[in-house]
């Protein structure tokens, strides 16, 4: 028995050392972002890219796999080795995912270890500059006078977070908008602007260079008070969608099996980046608000929006298939 003990503990030997930080990254770690870049998503997973990149002195490369509603860069992560070597940045899009794909080759809950969220961001309704539409409730009105006449864009795809947050708007207005599926939120941002859309819906950081250029007239945000970055903007909510609030997140994950000791790593290094006020501030200037929760908190808050959005995708009698 006393051999046995005394076999434990050197065998913990090496996982205590490795929690206390001295081994990982031990060579160049991909992280996936499953959009395309130049989103908003991708933005701000590339100023947490930088910041890795640094602290770890190892390379962190950035791999965009964009499509299917983001399904496509989920399952290269969940098939890659479990050595926190491959991350996924992930959104709001994965917990979309298992409501909307009924087949998939991975399942989101079961096969990724949540380290860190990352960020909460809100969606900025826009228009061109010289469309008729002044307002949500124009929006609604064409929309009721013309059902389907008003075309939106997703960055992202079928299935992704713009999509289902104008399935969303669309179900608490009663209106039926037509969905136009993008890679990423600056496709949808140019098409918009040479006419080929009605609306977009995407994250703030795509959307406000154009606001503040002329180019775009915002309507309404998703969240429930005004956002500091367009104060003159009312929430959706207030502006003709009652009960309208979404909020999308970000978080790094790991593939199933990742040892908690890296999991654990990864998220302390990350959070400490995350609430710095360095990283606060750039990441308040794309409109996303800062998070950098414990594993155990993302792991409560993505299973909690993983039911969220299936009653969104039920109610809406909407899926993949």
């Keep these: 028995m006393i051999r046995a003990a005394s076999a434990v503990l050197v065998a913990g030997v090496p996982a205590l050392a490795f929690a206390q930080g001295t081994v990982f990254p031990t060579k160049p770690v991909r992280m996936v972002i499953h959009i395309g870049p130049g989103s908003s998503m991708d933005i701000v997973g590339r100023v947490l890219g930088q910041k890795l990149n640094e602290l770890w002195g190892q390379p962190l490369v950035v791999d965009n796999r964009a499509g299917a509603g983001g399904t496509i860069g989920m399952d290269v992560v969940a098939k890659a080795p479990a050595d926190g070597h491959t991350l996924l940045f992930g959104a709001a899009s994965m917990a979309i995912a298992p409501s909307y794909f009924k087949k998939l080759p991975f399942d989101a809950l079961r096969d990724f270890e949540p380290i860190t969220q990352i960020t909460s961001r809100y969606n900025l309704l826009v228009v ?7 307002s949500v409730k124009d929006v609604i009105a064409m929309a009721k006078s013309k059902p389907g006449a008003v075309s939106y864009g997703s960055g992202g795809g079928t299935g992704s977070s713009d999509h289902l947050a104008g399935e969303y708007f669309g179900l ?4 039926q908008l037509l969905h136009v599926p993008y890679k990423s939120g600056p496709q949808a941002v140019t098409d918009l602007i040479g006419g080929q859309l009605s609306v977009y819906m995407g994250g703030v950081p795509v959307s406000l260079p154009m606001v503040k250029s002329g180019k775009l007239r915002p309507l309404g945000v998703s969240s429930v008070k005004r956002i500091a970055q367009l104060p003159e903007v009312p929430p959706i909510a207030e502006a003709g969608v009652p009960g309208f609030e979404i909020i999308f997140w970000s978080g790094l994950f790991a593939p199933r099996g990742t040892p908690p000791a890296i999991v654990a790593k990864v998220s302390g290094d990350v959070s400490r980046i995350v609430k710095s006020p360095e990283t606060r501030e750039r990441f308040a200037g ?6 950098g929760t414990t594993p155990d908190a993302f792991r409560t808050y993505f299973r909690a929006d993983v039911e969220k959005w299936a009653k969104v995708v039920k109610a809406a009698k909407i899926s993949a298939d």
Excluded: F, I, N
């Design 128 to 134: 061109p500059a010289g469309s008729p539409l002044q």
């Design 286 to 291: 794309l409109g996303a608000d800062a998070e």
């Design 172 to 175: 608490l207005a009663g209106v």
